[in-house]
Structure formats: structure tokens, C-alpha cells
């Protein structure tokens, strides 16, 4: 693979990056709206996350060729299965709960902020069995740059 397209190639998974960030942060938007509307937002969790299951198998359904194997799926720990679904119901709740009080921006900066944080420790440690990511000094200065941006975005 030549340098231009693996170039090529990064770029366009910045961008999906990015739009994944901004598809969830319409998410959060709309069911933000859902659980103030209903007066409880883990309701609107809850709709959130039957809704991720049917699209989820829907997408699964029209792109791939077969369901998951039974030989991968017993070799995967059990736990693996319903973490992220606790972390995931905690973290939406969060935001569905904070949106309405104190607005998109700051809930998404703040929850951008925890993510960096989290992302530079859990890296800089291989947490999670994730890839392990040194702490350099243009991370933390990123970092830094984002924590006075989100400062910024928080005062008036």
C-alpha cells in the first residue's frame, strides 16, 4: 500500500471519526428531548437502546454474510457481552439526565472531556486491552488545549 493512499485512507477515517461524533451528539439531542418530555430519562434509555438493538440487526442483516459463529461466540468472556451495555445505559442516562439543564454544548464538551482524560490514562496504560498509546508531549498539549477550550465554552 503506497504512502498517498494510506494517506487517503486516514483521512477518511478522521472524517468517519467525526461524524460519528457528531451522530451521537444528534442522539443525545433527540433523546435528551424524549426523556425531558417523558419526565424521566431512563426511559428514554431505554427507547434508546431497543431502537440500537433493531437497527443494529437490521444493519447486521443486510451486511454480513452470517450471524456470529457459535465457536467465536463461546470463546468470548460472558461479561464481554453486558459491560458495555451497563456503561453505555450509565453514560447515556448522564447525558439525557445534564442536556436539559445545562445545554448540548457544555454536556457534550464536558463528556468530550472525560473521554479525553480517560483515552490519555487508559492509552498511556493499555487499559481495557486497548492498544497502548504513549503520553507525549504533544498529547498532553492537545489535551490542555481542549480543557481551556471547554473552560472557555463553559464561561460566560
Not at 503506497?2 to 477515517?13: A, E, I, N, S, W
Not at 454480513?64 to 456503561?87: A, C, H, M, N, R
Not at 453505555?88 to 464536558?110: D, E, N, Q
Request: charge should be positive; include cysteine.
Amino acid at each position: 500500500m503506497g504512502l498517498k493512499h494510506r494517506t487517503m485512507r486516514l483521512y477518511l477515517l478522521f472524517i468517519l471519526a467525526l461524524s460519528g461524533g457528531v451522530f451521537l451528539a444528534i442522539q443525545a439531542g433527540f433523546n435528551s428531548q424524549l426523556g425531558g418530555l417523558l419526565k424521566q430519562p431512563i426511559i428514554a434509555v431505554v427507547a434508546s437502546s431497543i431502537s440500537s438493538v433493531v437497527f443494529g440487526l437490521a444493519f447486521l442483516f443486510f451486511t454480513e454474510k452470517g450471524l456470529i459463529q457459535t465457536l467465536t461466540s463461546t470463546q468470548v468472556p460472558w461479561y464481554l457481552w453486558f459491560i458495555g451495555g451497563l456503561f453505555s445505559v450509565i453514560g447515556i442516562y448522564i447525558y439525557f439526565y445534564t442536556i436539559p439543564k445545562i445545554g448540548i454544548s457544555k454536556m457534550i464538551a464536558l463528556g468530550l472531556c472525560g473521554q479525553l482524560i480517560f483515552s490519555l490514562i487508559a492509552g498511556k496504560y493499555g487499559w481495557l486491552n486497548l492498544p497502548v498509546e504513549p503520553l507525549t508531549k504533544k498529547r498532553i498539549i492537545g489535551a490542555f488545549a481542549m480543557l481551556i477550550g471547554i473552560v472557555l465554552l463553559n464561561t460566560k
